[in-house]
C-alpha cells in the first residue's frame, strides 16, 4: 500500500461489493458477535481501533482474535478526542501511540495497521499525518447512524439503504452499547450474502507505484 491523503470511500472490486468497518471497539460483548458473524460468512473486515479500548477488559484479547481471524486494522486513535483543530504533532503523537499500544497488545511490532480513520469524522490535519506514517485514511463511507439510536428496525432499514454496490460501510462495535447495530448486521449480512453480494475490503490508493488493477 503506497498512501495518499485522499479518503477512500469506496470497496475494491467491481458489481455488488461492500465493505464493511467497524469502529470504536474492541468492546466485549459486540465485537465478539460481530466475529462470530463475520466467520459464519467467511467475510473479511476492517475494525478501527481506539487504543484505550485496547488497553480495556479483554481488549487485547479481542484485538489479537480479530487479526487471526484475518480481518484488517485501522488507527482510529488513542481515544474519542475530536482532532479536527490539533496540531500535525499532536496528530502524530497520538497515531504512533496508537501504533504502539496495537502493537503490543498483538506482541507484534511490525503487525499492519493499513488504515486511519479520523474520530468523529473530523480530519483537520490527520490525513496528511497518517499518510506519512504510512496509514491510508479511510473515509466515513455510507454510515447507519447507529450513534444516535439502537433500534433494530431503524438500524436495519439504514444498513439496507447503506449498502450500495461498491460502498464502505461504517457500523459500530464499539463506543456504547451497539447489540442493535448487531442485530441489524446479522439480518442485513444474510440478506446480501443470500442475494449474491461480496464483501472486501476498501480500496487501497492508486499511485504511481501501485497502478491500477484490471478486474
Known sequence: ?????????????????????FDDGPNPGETDAVLDLLAEHSIPAVFCVI???????????????????????????????????W??????????ENLAIIREALG???????????????W??????????????????????DWETQDVATLTANLRAAMQPGAVVLTHDGGGDRTGTVEALRTVVAEQV??????????????????????
Open 51 to 85: 487504543g484505550q479500548n485496547i488497553q480495556g477488559p479483554r481488549g487485547a484479547e479481542l484485538l489479537r482474535r480479530i487479526v487471526a481471524e484475518g480481518h484488517t486494522l485501522c488507527n482510529h486513535t488513542t481515544s474519542f478526542a475530536d482532532m479536527g483543530d
Open 87 to 96: 496540531t500535525p504533532e499532536q496528530v502524530e503523537a497520538d497515531l504512533t
Open 1 to 21: 500500500m503506497n498512501p495518499t491523503t485522499t479518503q477512500v470511500t469506496t470497496a475494491r472490486g467491481t458489481g455488488t461489493v461492500a465493505a464493511l468497518t
Open 108 to 122: 507484534d511490532p511490525e503487525a499492519p495497521v493499513p488504515y486511519f480513520r479520523a474520530p468523529n469524522g473530523s
Open 124 to 145: 483537520g490535519q490527520t490525513a496528511e499525518v497518517a499518510a506519512r506514517l504510512g496509514m491510508q485514511p479511510l473515509g466515513l463511507g455510507n454510515t447507519i447512524a
Open 194 to 215: 443470500a442475494a449474491g453480494w461480496t464483501f472486501t475490503l476498501p480500496e487501497e490508493p492508486v499511485t504511481a507505484a501501485s497502478p491500477a488493477r484490471h478486474h
